[in-house]
C-alpha cells in the first residue's frame, strides 16, 4: 500500500503510523495495529486520536487496564473533550461499576451535552436502573442528534406506550417503521390499532407483521427481538463510539 510504502521510505509523520494502524484494525488485526498507534503516540505526543484508537481495540481486547490508562491519559490532555471520561465510563461498565460508570458519563455530558455516544451509555446504564424517565429525556436528546437510528425511536416508542401515551408510541413506531421496515414493528402498530379500536388500520399491520421486507433486520432473527425490554441500540463494541453491549 502508499502507507507502507511511505514506512520503508523512512518516513516517520505520525498520521502515517495512525493510518496504518488503522489499516491493520480493518482487517482484523488488533494486535498489529496497537504498537503502530504507539509509534503515533511516541511522535506526536500530545496527539488524543491514536491514544482512542488504541484504547478501544484494548476493550475489544478485554484488557481494560490498558484501555483505562489510556482514556485517562486523554482526559489528561483534553480535559475538555468527553472522550477521556466517556471511554473510562465504557471501562468502568466493562468492570460492573455502574455507579463509577454514570459519574463518568454524566461528566462527559458536563463537557458536552451533545456527545451523541454519552447519551447512548447513559440512557442505557438508565433502562439498567429501571429510570425510565430519564432513559426516555436522553434518547429524545440522542433522537434529536441521530435521526436515522431506528432502534432508539423503537424503544422511545416503547416507553411511551408503557407511560400510557399512545399517539406518542404511534409516532415513534411509524418513524421507526419508516427508517427500517420490520416485522416487529408493525406488529407493535398492529397492537396500538388494536387498543384504539381501529379494525382495519390493524389488519393492515398485521399484513406487514406477517412478510418481511427483503432486507430487513428482522430476517433470520430471533422471533422475540423487540419485545417489551425494547431492543438494544448503540454501535458494536469493535469501534468507538461504544455503547454497552
Known amino acids: 500500500t502508499e ?29 498489529g495495529a ?68 454514570i459519574i463518568l458519563c454524566d461528566r462527559a455530558l458536563e463537557h458536552d451535552p451533545d456527545h451523541e455516544p454519552s447519551l447512548a451509555l447513559r440512557a442505557q446504564l438508565a433502562r439498567q436502573d429501571g429510570d425510565s424517565l430519564s432513559e426516555e429525556r436522553l ?26 401515551r ?10 421507526a417503521y419508516e427508517l427500517e421496515p420490520r416485522p416487529t414493528t408493525a406488529a407493535k402498530l398492529a397492537e396500538l390499532a388494536r387498543f384504539s379500536g381501529d379494525t382495519a388500520e390493524e389488519q393492515r399491520w398485521r399484513a406487514r407483521a406477517a412478510t418481511t421486507p427483503a432486507g430487513s433486520p428482522d430476517q433470520a432473527a430471533d422471533p422475540a427481538a423487540g419485545s417489551s425490554t425494547g431492543p438494544s441500540f448503540g454501535p458494536p463494541p469493535s469501534d468507538l463510539p461504544l455503547g454497552v453491549q
Open 3 to 31: 502507507v507502507d510504502r511511505l514506512i520503508a521510505s523512512g518516513v516517520r509523520h505520525p498520521q502515517v503510523f495512525l493510518l496504518k494502524a488503522q489499516l491493520l484494525r480493518q482487517t482484523g488485526d488488533l494486535d
Open 34 to 101: 496497537i504498537p503502530w498507534c504507539a509509534k503515533a503516540v511516541e511522535a506526536s505526543p500530545a496527539w488524543v486520536e491514536p491514544r482512542i484508537l488504541a484504547a478501544q481495540m484494548h476493550l475489544v481486547r478485554e484488557r481494560y487496564a490498558a484501555a483505562g490508562s489510556l482514556f485517562e491519559d486523554i482526559e489528561r490532555l483534553a480535559p475538555k473533550s468527553p472522550w477521556g471520561a466517556y471511554g473510562q465510563g465504557v471501562v468502568a461498565v466493562r468492570r460492573g461499576d455502574r455507579l463509577q460508570a
Open 139 to 164: 434518547l429524545a436528546r440522542y433522537a434529536a442528534l441521530v435521526p436515522m437510528a431506528a432502534d432508539v425511536r423503537l424503544r422511545l416508542g416503547d416507553l411511551a406506550q408503557a407511560a400510557g
Open 166 to 175: 399512545a399517539e406518542d408510541a404511534q409516532r415513534q413506531f411509524l418513524r
